[in-house]
Protein backbone atom coordinates (compact mmCIF):
# COMPACT_ATOMS: atom_id res chain seq x y z
CA UNK A 1 0.00 0.00 0.00
CA UNK A 2 3.12 2.80 0.77
CA UNK A 3 4.21 1.51 -2.11
CA UNK A 4 1.24 2.30 -4.51
CA UNK A 5 0.89 5.78 -2.51
CA UNK A 6 4.42 6.59 -3.16
CA UNK A 7 4.17 6.13 -7.21
CA UNK A 8 1.32 8.18 -7.30
CA UNK A 9 2.78 10.94 -5.75
CA UNK A 10 5.24 10.66 -8.22
CA UNK A 11 2.66 11.53 -10.85
CA UNK A 12 1.26 14.63 -9.48
CA UNK A 13 2.02 17.90 -10.41
CA UNK A 14 4.36 19.93 -8.98
CA UNK A 15 2.55 22.90 -9.02
CA UNK A 16 -0.71 24.50 -10.15
CA UNK A 17 -1.21 27.65 -11.79
CA UNK A 18 -4.94 29.52 -10.93
CA UNK A 19 -6.62 32.24 -13.14
CA UNK A 20 -3.01 32.34 -14.70
CA UNK A 21 -1.76 34.51 -12.01
CA UNK A 22 -1.64 32.87 -8.53
CA UNK A 23 0.91 29.86 -8.12
CA UNK A 24 0.28 27.29 -5.72
CA UNK A 25 2.89 25.05 -4.84
CA UNK A 26 3.97 23.25 -1.71
CA UNK A 27 7.37 24.43 -1.05
CA UNK A 28 8.46 27.92 -2.37
CA UNK A 29 11.00 29.21 -4.84
CA UNK A 30 14.25 28.43 -3.81
CA UNK A 31 16.70 31.21 -5.58
CA UNK A 32 14.20 31.53 -7.58
CA UNK A 33 16.63 30.98 -10.95
CA UNK A 34 13.84 28.66 -12.58
CA UNK A 35 10.15 29.72 -13.89
CA UNK A 36 7.09 28.21 -14.81
CA UNK A 37 8.30 26.74 -18.56
CA UNK A 38 10.69 24.83 -16.31
CA UNK A 39 8.13 23.23 -14.00
CA UNK A 40 6.38 21.98 -17.27
CA UNK A 41 9.20 20.78 -18.39
CA UNK A 42 9.82 18.30 -15.20
CA UNK A 43 8.98 15.19 -16.83
CA UNK A 44 6.91 12.36 -15.25
CA UNK A 45 7.15 10.24 -13.68
CA UNK A 46 8.92 11.58 -11.01
CA UNK A 47 12.23 9.07 -10.30
CA UNK A 48 13.83 7.84 -7.74
CA UNK A 49 16.92 8.38 -9.47
CA UNK A 50 17.70 11.98 -8.97
CA UNK A 51 16.46 14.41 -11.82
CA UNK A 52 19.81 16.02 -13.95
CA UNK A 53 20.67 19.69 -13.89
CA UNK A 54 18.26 22.54 -13.12
CA UNK A 55 15.02 20.05 -13.21
CA UNK A 56 16.58 18.61 -9.88
CA UNK A 57 17.20 22.27 -9.04
CA UNK A 58 13.48 22.94 -9.70
CA UNK A 59 11.87 19.53 -7.70
CA UNK A 60 13.71 20.47 -4.69
CA UNK A 61 12.92 23.92 -4.60
CA UNK A 62 9.29 23.30 -5.37
CA UNK A 63 8.80 20.69 -3.11
CA UNK A 64 10.83 21.96 -0.28
CA UNK A 65 12.29 25.45 0.17
CA UNK A 66 10.48 27.61 2.55
CA UNK A 67 10.10 31.46 2.78
CA UNK A 68 12.19 33.94 5.12
CA UNK A 69 9.88 34.54 7.79
CA UNK A 70 10.96 38.53 7.41
CA UNK A 71 10.65 40.97 4.86
CA UNK A 72 13.64 42.94 6.52
CA UNK A 73 16.60 44.13 4.51
CA UNK A 74 18.75 41.39 6.31
CA UNK A 75 16.89 38.40 4.54
CA UNK A 76 17.35 39.63 1.05
CA UNK A 77 18.47 36.85 -1.37
CA UNK A 78 19.03 32.97 -0.72
CA UNK A 79 20.36 31.28 2.48
CA UNK A 80 20.98 28.17 3.13
CA UNK A 81 18.10 26.50 5.11
CA UNK A 82 19.30 25.60 8.53
CA UNK A 83 16.17 24.02 10.18
CA UNK A 84 16.26 21.53 7.17
CA UNK A 85 19.55 20.66 7.57
CA UNK A 86 19.00 19.79 11.38
CA UNK A 87 21.07 22.51 12.83
CA UNK A 88 18.75 25.57 15.11
CA UNK A 89 21.13 27.96 13.74
CA UNK A 90 24.08 28.42 11.23
CA UNK A 91 27.65 27.77 11.84
CA UNK A 92 29.70 30.95 12.95
CA UNK A 93 31.09 32.32 9.23
CA UNK A 94 34.64 31.48 10.11
CA UNK A 95 34.56 27.87 11.36
CA UNK A 96 36.28 25.77 9.28
CA UNK A 97 34.12 23.17 6.94
CA UNK A 98 35.26 19.88 6.96
CA UNK A 99 38.71 19.45 5.09
CA UNK A 100 38.88 23.31 4.18
CA UNK A 101 41.00 26.26 6.03
CA UNK A 102 38.77 28.82 7.85
CA UNK A 103 39.95 31.64 5.94
CA UNK A 104 39.34 30.62 2.49
CA UNK A 105 35.64 29.85 3.59
CA UNK A 106 35.23 32.64 5.17
CA UNK A 107 35.94 34.51 2.22
CA UNK A 108 34.34 32.72 -0.15
CA UNK A 109 30.73 33.12 2.13
CA UNK A 110 31.59 36.50 2.37
CA UNK A 111 32.06 37.21 -1.24
CA UNK A 112 28.86 35.39 -1.88
CA UNK A 113 26.31 36.17 0.84
CA UNK A 114 22.71 36.30 -0.16
CA UNK A 115 23.79 34.16 -3.44
CA UNK A 116 22.71 30.85 -3.93
CA UNK A 117 26.80 29.93 -4.76
CA UNK A 118 27.20 31.04 -0.81
CA UNK A 119 23.76 28.73 0.24
CA UNK A 120 24.73 25.71 -2.02
CA UNK A 121 28.29 26.10 -0.49
CA UNK A 122 27.39 26.00 3.16
CA UNK A 123 24.82 23.62 2.67
CA UNK A 124 27.38 20.94 1.39
CA UNK A 125 29.11 21.15 4.66
CA UNK A 126 26.33 19.28 6.27
CA UNK A 127 23.99 17.48 4.05
CA UNK A 128 25.46 14.22 4.35
CA UNK A 129 27.12 13.93 1.33
CA UNK A 130 24.19 14.42 -0.95
CA UNK A 131 25.72 17.57 -3.04
CA UNK A 132 25.47 21.16 -3.14
CA UNK A 133 22.42 21.02 -5.63
CA UNK A 134 20.30 19.09 -3.54
CA UNK A 135 20.63 22.20 -0.50
CA UNK A 136 17.67 23.21 0.96
CA UNK A 137 16.92 26.68 0.57
CA UNK A 138 15.26 29.90 2.24
CA UNK A 139 14.40 32.63 -0.40
CA UNK A 140 13.72 36.37 0.65
CA UNK A 141 10.85 38.80 -0.12
CA UNK A 142 13.31 40.02 -3.05
CA UNK A 143 13.27 36.73 -4.49
CA UNK A 144 9.47 36.30 -4.82
CA UNK A 145 9.42 40.22 -6.18
CA UNK A 146 11.15 39.24 -8.67
CA UNK A 147 9.93 35.78 -9.67
CA UNK A 148 6.31 37.41 -9.67
CA UNK A 149 7.55 40.07 -11.95
CA UNK A 150 9.08 37.83 -14.20
CA UNK A 151 6.36 35.30 -14.43
CA UNK A 152 3.72 37.94 -14.56
CA UNK A 153 2.20 36.42 -11.51
CA UNK A 154 0.73 38.13 -8.57
CA UNK A 155 0.75 35.99 -5.72
CA UNK A 156 2.45 32.38 -4.58
CA UNK A 157 0.30 30.37 -2.05
CA UNK A 158 2.25 27.41 -0.60
CA UNK A 159 2.12 25.22 1.89
CA UNK A 160 5.17 22.91 4.32
CA UNK A 161 5.13 24.76 7.01
CA UNK A 162 2.98 25.11 10.30
CA UNK A 163 1.91 28.79 11.01
CA UNK A 164 0.03 29.66 14.31
CA UNK A 165 -3.56 30.75 12.44
CA UNK A 166 -3.37 28.79 9.95
CA UNK A 167 -1.76 31.03 7.10
CA UNK A 168 0.34 33.69 6.52
CA UNK A 169 0.82 36.76 4.57
CA UNK A 170 4.24 37.25 3.67
CA UNK A 171 6.41 39.17 1.36
CA UNK A 172 4.60 42.31 0.73
CA UNK A 173 1.65 40.42 -0.05
CA UNK A 174 2.75 37.88 -2.60
CA UNK A 175 3.05 35.21 -0.78
CA UNK A 176 1.43 32.81 1.66
CA UNK A 177 1.38 30.37 3.75
CA UNK A 178 -1.13 28.12 4.08
CA UNK A 179 -0.78 25.05 6.60
CA UNK A 180 -3.97 22.76 6.29
CA UNK A 181 -2.54 19.83 8.25
CA UNK A 182 -4.08 19.41 11.61
Not at 129 to 145: H, I, K, Q, W
Amino acid sequence: CYEAIHTTFDWLPLAALIGGNVLVLHGGLGAGTWGLADLERVSRPLSTDRPAGKDFRVVVDALWSDPADSDAEMRKGVHCNWTRLGLSRPPADDAPAPGSAGKERKSAVESARGSLAAAELLAAEHDGGLGASSAVLEFGADVTRAFCAREGISLVIRAHQFVPHGYKYMHGGRLITLFSAR
